[in-house]
Antibody
Framework: EVQLLESGGGLVQPGESLRLSCAAS????????MTWVRQAPGKGLDWVSS????????HYADSVKGRFTISRDNSKNTVYLEMSSLRADDTATYYC?????????WGQGTVVTVSS | RVMTQFPANLSVSPGDTATLSCRAS??????LAWYQQKPGQSPRLLLY???VRVTGVPARFSGSGSGTEFTLTIRSLQPEDFAVYYC?????????FGQGTKVEI
């Protein structure tokens, strides 16, 4: 069974940093691109970043470019999202998903709250 | 690519047919996916390629369209189908979602 398990969320103050992790199992991790999507409370889905199978192709939403860094460790079947200079409008549930046909399987999400 | 979904809310009865629309600001060929999200749950991929159902998705869900106009049709609505549905284009970067259509009783 394909499983994605996010972790690392929490409450931080504006300007602080946080690293999210997404541990994958049940599929050939090295064969899939991975993506992060967030959802602010009561709002819709907002694509954040994607990384290719080998990590050589990376894309970011303009809203996070220069502040967030996506990476992956294929030896650990894990994708990361390093977030810095966090702002109140980064408050959201962050989901990781594997990229097959589209965003095929999603994790349960991890909540990030940015507040003073 | 801006993705626009309409209506924002759709009130239907069990057994009815729901028709959800999604429009792209520029052509995305058939590089469109539909997701279902129930309260408190993660999104679930229903269809990709505008019309290809994911394994396990009931046949009452169907998708159509290409270019800029797309439709998700849910026939004979079941109680478990009441949810929010999002379209998403994966033709261009940045990947973009529609704002969602809430299908409610």
């Amino acid at each position: 069974e394909v499983q994605l398990l996010e972790s690392g969320g929490g409450l931080v103050q504006p300007g602080e940093s946080l690293r999210l992790s997404c541990a994958a199992s049940g599929f050939s991790f090295v064969s899939y691109g991975m993506t992060w999507v967030r959802q602010a409370p009561g709002k819709g889905l907002d694509w954040v970043s994607s990384i290719s199978e080998g990590g050589g192709s990376i894309h970011y939403a303009d809203s996070v470019k220069g502040r967030f860094t996506i990476s992956r460790d294929n030896s650990k079947n894990t994708v990361y999202l390093e977030m810095s200079s966090l702002r109140a409008d980064d408050t959201a549930t962050y989901y990781c998903a594997n990229v097959g046909h589209a965003f095929d399987v999603w994790g349960q999400g991890t909540v990030v709250t940015v507040s003073s | 690519r801006v993705m626009t979904q309409f209506p924002a809310n759709l009130s239907v009865s069990p057994g009815d047919t729901a028709t959800l629309s999604c429009r792209a600001s520029l052509s995305i060929a058939t590089n469109l996916a539909w997701y279902q999200q129930k309260p408190g749950q993660s999104p679930r991929l229903l269809l990709y390629g505008a019309s290809v159902r994911v394994t396990g998705v009931p046949a009452r869900f169907s998708g159509s369209g290409s270019g800029t106009e797309f439709t998700l049709t849910i026939r004979s609505l079941q109680p478990e189908d009441f949810a929010v549905y999002y379209c998403q284009q994966y033709n261009n970067w940045p990947r973009t979602f529609g704002q969602g259509t809430k299908v409610e009783i």
